[in-house]
């Protein structure tokens, strides 16, 4: 969310960065609400102050044994006036922030022009994808063949956009996101939290995925409780902290944690139907971090760094995107899309989404910090995945698979699982 003073002031700057993500910004209706939200402010300050001065009034004429009536009347009226006023108040109040929640962040001019992944801008390469003197299979080949994925009855329990791991897959799952976790905690200093799946609309709201992308998410109820189950653990991450002045001797902060998320993906029928890359639940092991703001861009390098390395270590080819203006998430003002290299579909295809949101979701979650001479500031957050179970399971059967059907793991990986091949039968070596 905005400060709306921010983007009217200069507006033009505002509307023309908007515009290169394809948000038409309404300045006079922006404008209109917050004159009126102020106005209604500051007329009922006035009448309150009016009204507290004719009870004074009153007093003094009841003891004096003074005709009261006319003040009592005048009384009534300001208090039938304030009323009607903070009404006009919270109407105007509700306006104006339905309108922010709705304007996305502002993209960063650094950000290539453009609104779709031919736009992005490719910042670095590592590996060399391999190459075979076989035709390669994809991961939903190698898995089914190998018995370890089986996406049949993963439909027969809960129809389409769904898995199941059976055995070596089910232990290769396990080890990643144990593998993950430790490379984060031990190695890159993150914290490790276990989450609730299930949040209020709050933190949703503080992380922007309400109420514009309400469709996307998967809604439950508890008594009298709406509850969202979780798109990613970037919203309970964030929302640790909501409502909170963070120290500034603790900045910044570095979390993660390993949840399921739930996505509807709405709008995405038709893209993706085979295989793990886009399922409505799905295992990912997720990194946030919080720090001032003018810190935010070196603490997003850092960011991407820590999703790159788990790749490097496990060995999987995998090049770094900038995304353009128009292709950035709602909440971010910059983002790097890492890609690892599936043979299958002899293309590169995105595990990690790294954002730096600026101050974006802090104002709308409430999340301050001190500034030197002991001023409140809101704080800069970040995320990104580090990384997501399936994809990367993909990428790890796809790069390792052999010509006899079997897979060769990465080293990296066998303290995890117990084993380092998973034969063509679905047996481990």
Request: glycine share 8%; net charge negative.
């Amino acid at each position: 969310m905005h400060d709306p003073r921010a983007l009217l002031d200069p507006g033009t700057e505002s509307v023309r960065r908007l515009a290169r993500r394809g948000y038409q910004l309404d300045l006079p209706a922006l404008d209109a609400l917050l004159s009126r939200r102020n106005t209604s402010i500051k007329q009922a300050d006035d009448l309150r102050s009016e009204s507290k001065k004719v009870a004074q009034e009153v007093g003094l004429a009841a003891r004096s044994g003074g005709d009261v009536t006319g003040l009592k009347e005048r009384a009534r009226e300001l208090k039938d006036q304030i009323k009607a006023t903070e009404i006009d108040h919270e109407q105007a109040a509700t306006e104006l922030r339905d309108l922010l929640l709705g304007i996305p962040n502002l993209p960063l001019d650094e950000l290539p022009d453009g609104f779709a992944d031919a736009d992005a801008v490719e910042v670095r390469r590592w590996g060399t994808p391999p190459t075979f003197d076989f035709t390669p299979l994809d991961h939903v080949e190698l898995g089914e063949r190998t018995g370890i994925l089986d996406f049949v009855r993963a439909t027969k329990l809960s129809g389409p956009r769904f898995s199941v791991a059976r055995g070596a897959g089910a232990a290769l799952e396990r080890g990643l996101a144990s593998f993950f976790l430790d490379l984060h905690t031990r190695t890159h200093g993150y914290t490790e939290y276990a989450l609730p799946f299930l949040v209020l609309p709050a933190a949703l709201t503080g992380t922007g995925q309400l109420p514009k992308f309400e469709e996307d998410l998967f809604k439950t109820a508890a008594g009298d409780r709406d509850l969202y189950l979780i798109p990613t653990a970037e919203v309970p991450l964030t929302n640790l902290h909501a409502d909170e002045i963070i120290e500034p001797a603790e900045l910044p902060l570095a979390y993660t944690s390993w949840t399921q998320c739930f996505r509807s993906e709405a709008g995405s029928y038709g893209r993706d139907t085979r295989g793990l890359i886009r399922l409505h639940q799905f295992a990912k092991v997720e990194l946030v971090r919080f720090c001032r703001l003018e810190d935010s861009q070196a603490e997003l390098e850092k960011l991407v760094g820590h999703a790159e390395a788990v790749l490097q270590v496990l060995g999987l080819a995998h090049r770094t995107i900038m995304l353009a203006a128009g292709d950035t998430g709602f909440g971010s003002q910059k983002t790097y899309d890492v890609e690892v290299w599936l043979p299958g579909q002899d293309q590169y295809r995105e595990i990690s989404s790294c954002s730096d949101c600026g101050s974006f979701q802090a104002r709308r979650a409430n999340i301050r910090t001190r500034t030197a001479d002991g001023k409140r500031e809101f704080v800069a957050t970040l995320n990104g995945s580090g990384l997501p179970i399936g994809r990367t399971m993909a990428a790890v059967l796809e790069q390792g698979q052999q010509a006899d059907g079997s897979v060769v793991l990465p080293e990296a990986l066998a303290p995890f699982t117990g084993f380092a091949r998973i034969n063509s039968d679905g047996t481990t070596a």
